[in-house]
């Protein structure tokens, strides 16, 4: 597991009620083994995203945000899908992942 995935904060049940006022039907929230088995070695590896200063900072990280979302994405296969937009590069990676 990575770094970030181990200090994320999970807040699933008070963000499946928040979601829930606002009419949403079904919340995935998998967890990590399921996303990432043991012998687990296939990524999705942006070029470009570890020259920038958080990449240089957090080596690896667009690495696994374009991974983890790649798979929800096939797994789900979204018609429309929301980010928030508080690390622009970020929001720009998740754009060209799904353009790709």
């Known amino acids: 597991k990575g770094e970030d995935l181990d200090k994320y904060p999970r807040q699933l049940e008070r963000d499946s009620e928040l979601l829930s006022i606002m009419g949403v039907d079904h919340l995935f929230a998998p967890e990590a083994d ?55 590069a970020q929001c720009v990676l998740i754009r060209r992942v799904v353009e790709d």
């Open 34 to 88: 399921a996303m990432y088995g043991k012998n687990h070695v296939t990524y999705v590896d942006p070029t470009g995203f570890d020259d920038i200063a958080e990449g240089r900072s957090r080596p690896g990280h667009f690495r696994g945000v374009a991974t983890v979302v790649t798979k929800l994405f096939n797994i789900i296969q979204p018609t429309n899908a929301y980010f928030g937009q508080k690390d622009a």
